[in-house]
């Protein structure tokens, strides 16, 4: 039997980095909703207050890594990077914050570990980690898409005496200057360390798990011309970007690769290369990339001459040189390759020569040697999408942990709603969009705002899809992920680097602007798929 009992918030939100701070203000400032975010760290911008690594950056062009809701505020805010580097992005966010005086509903160093639906009230009961008890009507988690560490479980990591760090939680003491440094991954993360760091440490042992793809970022200064100039044309840029399929700021190519001559495809490589960004290589180029064999193998093939060329050493070449598919998420990086031809920098492929064991002065590879170390840097990425999900004591109807709702692998409803979890909405759950971060964050907490709206002027007591809903949701994303070749890479986009996770599709690859037509039609449907049950039926149940 339901009761009316008077929640202490009308929302809560978990998180306060892009997304927990843009859905802040909407349910507070738009709604009127008495709202607070809740945040582990000690301060906000999620991503960008944990990852303080030397060379931690956005690696989409700075223009459009930014909110586009406030036209005064894109006016009134600066670049002079073509990419922002970690301080500049946690500035931008911290002066949002303070734009919208939002600081007063944000409560920092506050880890959420619990929360459970309550059927007897229709409330949302949130504990975290200090034992705090709160309850709500809505629950948004704005976890972040990659959050959670992932730490290998390698033989003695807790026995090296010098510093060990992961890349998600870099102290702010530590100073790799002048000193002996290992470094494990080479992803993102990695990369961009390892341009980084190299030049910073006395000698950079580089333990590579997987060989890369990595284009030039085109990475430089921008004049305040230039920021002017794309000031003037935002309203155009956001109308692209909002009509494109990675929304990263650049036309997307319409043109098959086989269709022009290999002379041409080289041309265009080259040209793309010289622009800079992965994404722009891997989309801009040729529109079929990523979905046509021959096409991906010729770009693949373009990316290895460059290695070639630009590796002194044969031997640290053939390494650093991938065999499989260009299938995972396109890397950048100004001056990867060539950080390989310095001496003070060693490659160790990890595919060929294990680490064997961490040992109290380094690593220890399988063919006997010791690296010695003063820093090891876990560059080994996240427990994507869902792992903060599942590290929490997440419940939803029945006491249903979100564990037992995801047995084959994480799921939802348009990214944003999970059935039998009511009032819970997860800005970039699974199976949201495969983008540009800020421009989806965006549609999805507008669209989240909405419903909310929708149902709060019903009268509803709760809003949640159904389980077909989800289903078909589900398999729409597999369909589209299946016309791609990314399911055929081991790729942390499939769950693929944490041992023992269940491979399975976390993204709806069919782009922005179909993403964004796909929550349109949900809405003007008065949301088909969901199920708003008002306060009169719930209280009878």
């Known amino acids: 039997m339901s009761t009316t009992v008077t929640p202490d918030l009308d929302a809560i939100v978990i998180g306060a980095g892009f997304g927990g701070i843009y859905m802040l203000h909407t349910l507070r400032d738009r709604l009127g909703l008495r709202t607070r975010v809740l945040e582990k760290g000690g301060g906000v911008g999620g991503t960008w207050y944990f990852n303080r690594y030397p060379g931690a ?52 160093s506050t880890e959420v570990t619990g929360a459970a639906f309550d059927e007897e009230d229709d409330l949302w009961h949130v504990t975290t980690a200090a034992g705090e008890r709160l309850t709500c009507r809505y629950l948004v988690t704005a976890l972040g898409l990659l959050a959670k560490s992932n730490v290998p479980d390698i033989p003695g990591l807790d026995e090296f005496a010098g510093r060990l760090v992961h890349t998600n939680a870099w102290p702010d003491d530590l100073d790799i200057r002048g000193r002996r440094v290992g470094v494990i991954g080479t992803g993102s993360t990695g990369t961009q360390f390892i341009v980084a760091a190299a030049p910073m440490a006395e000698h950079l042992t580089v333990f590579q798990r997987s060989a890369q793809y990595v284009v030039p970022s085109g990475n430089g200064p921008v004049g305040a011309d230039e920021v002017a100039r794309t000031k003037e044309d935002f309203h155009a840029i956001w109308e692209q970007v909002r009509g494109s399929i990675v929304a990263f700021g650049f036309e997307e190519s319409t043109v098959h690769a086989m269709d022009v001559s290999a002379e041409e495809r080289e041309r265009v490589f080259q040209e793309n290369w010289d622009k800079g960004n992965g994404f722009r290589f891997m989309f801009g180029t040729f529109c079929d990339i990523a979905s046509d064999p021959d096409a991906n193998a010729a770009a693949a093939a373009f990316i290895r001459s460059k290695i070639a060329e630009t590796v002194d050493d044969p031997e640290t070449a053939r390494k650093l040189t991938p065999s499989d598919l260009y299938a995972k998420r396109p890397l950048c990086n100004e001056g990867y390759y060539e950080i390989f031809n310095r001496d003070d920098v060693t490659l160790v492929s990890l595919q060929e020569n294990p ?20 820093v090891l840097v876990l560059a080994t990425g996240f427990d994507a999408v869902d792992g903060n999900y599942r590290a929490m004591d997440l419940r939803g109807r029945g006491g249903r942990h979100i564990d037992e709702h995801w047995t084959e692998g994480p799921t939802s409803f348009l990214g944003v709603s999970v059935a039998d979890f009511p009032n819970m909405f997860m800005i970039l759950g699974p199976n949201g969009p495969f983008t540009n971060l800020p421009p989806s964050i965006e549609a999805q907490v507008e669209w989240i705002g909405d419903l909310v709206r929708r149902t709060e002027e019903s009268g509803s007591a709760t809003v949640e899809p159904t389980q077909d809903a989800e289903d078909r949701w589900t398999q729409t994303c597999r369909e589209i992920a299946d016309m791609t070749l990314f399911p055929q890479a081991e790729s942390w986009i499939f769950g693929a680097n944490i041992p023992g996770k269940k491979n399975a599709v976390m993204f709806y690859m069919a782009g922005h602007a179909a993403y964004r037509e796909q929550l349109a039609g949900v809405a003007d449907a008065d949301y088909e798929g969901f199920v708003l049950t008002p306060r009169d039926e719930a209280r009878a149940s």
């Not at 922002?84 to 992005?89: A, E, F, M, N, S």
């Not at 680490?355 to 003063?374: M, N, S, Y």
């Open 57 to 108: 950056k956005s690696d989409t062009e700075g223009f459009v890594y930014r909110y586009s809701f406030d036209t005064d505020l894109l006016q009134e805010w600066d670049w002079s990077t073509r990419y922002l580097d970690q301080p500049d992005v946690l500035a931008y966010l911290e002066h949002v914050v303070e734009r919208f005086d939002l600081a007063r509903d944000i409560q920092l």
């Open 355 to 374: 680490i064997e064991r961490i040992t109290p002065h380094g690593v220890r590879t399988a063919d006997g040697v010791e690296h010695e170390l003063d």
